[in-house]
């Protein structure tokens, strides 16, 4: 059955992404353990927020596009801009809201899952109980400032059902209490 | 050598306390990994804030006690009400700034670690470059608000030197760079 996922790197202190939007912060770290591959082969389609897929389209900017460019399946953008949208055919643009976008997406899934990408979107997601599972690659750095994964929703209860802890990249899967 | 240790439990968004300082959100995970018990076993000396150990001595809430009560050698709270510290022969109270305090830990814990306790003291030592190591065990729950643990100095990278990732709370233990 589709779950719907959370799939982020993140830094130990919970942004995912610095102030100036860089990426350098989250590479160098070795081997990538298997678990970022393994969910993504688990994909059947990603839900987007504008300001991701906005940042991942800029000229000459590749490391921010979706999975290094290696997603080639549906890909959903939430914006409230419906009328601003670029002419993308790899993407779809919606904007009827959350529970319609998460809808949309999971019937572009077929029996894969859906990663939701983007902070104001997982926060979205998360607050209306429509997320099932959360998997991060956890960074040993501490950021200070940036935009942070998680808000002010909650308290909300996690089951860890997976995750590899042997390289320096922190692997970790949860699944949302009271979801599946 | 001595190391300055920060050493807590903190939720996967980042809080070591919600905002009414309960500690039921850390319990009811099974059984603990190895490295709490292997740190403080390393521990010569206990560096608490002031809002830590208030909390730690309120009648009836042996749950705060440093380590659960289990610890009995020296401890130290740094306070700026210098003139209004209780009268406890565990527990010596200093008011000199934070290079003095941890001197004076370091000094007590002989041929073991220094591990500094609480949000304030921790994000205070680690500014001011004295943290040679940061020990989490991260408990599966989003708090969504409360204390947390880092603040925004920074970026401060880090690298993994230990960590156990098999129960539901995640063991981590990092080296600060640039440190030992």
Redesign the interface.
């Known amino acids: 059955m589709t779950k719907v996922l959370l799939h982020t790197t993140m830094s ?3 942004f995912i992404a ?1 102030e100036d939007d860089s990426t350098e ?1 989250m590479f160098g770290y070795g081997a990538a353990g298997s678990l970022g591959m393994e969910t993504m082969q688990r994909l059947g389609a990603v839900l987007s927020g504008r300001r991701g897929y906005d940042l991942g389209n800029r000229p000459d900017d590749g490391e921010r596009k979706l999975y290094g460019g290696m997603w080639a399946g549906p890909v959903f953008v939430l914006t409230h801009r419906a009328n601003d949208v670029p002419d993308d055919p790899n993407v779809t643009f919606l904007s009827d809201g959350i529970e319609d976008a998460v809808a949309r997406a999971k019937a572009a899934a077929g029996e894969g899952d859906v990663a939701v990408l983007g902070a104001s979107l997982s926060q979205q997601c ?1 607050e209306a109980g429509l997320v099932d599972e ?1 998997v ?1 690659h956890v960074v ?6 940036g935009v942070r ?12 059902i997976g ?3 042997v ?2 990249i ?1 692997d ?1 899967r ?1 699944a949302v209490e009271g979801r599946g």
Do not use: I, Y
């Open positions: 130990l202190d919970g610095p912060w998360l959360v991060l040993p750095v501490l950021l200070g400032a994964l998680f808000g002010s929703g909650g308290p909300a209860p996690l089951r860890k995750g590899d802890g390289g320096q922190t970790l949860f």
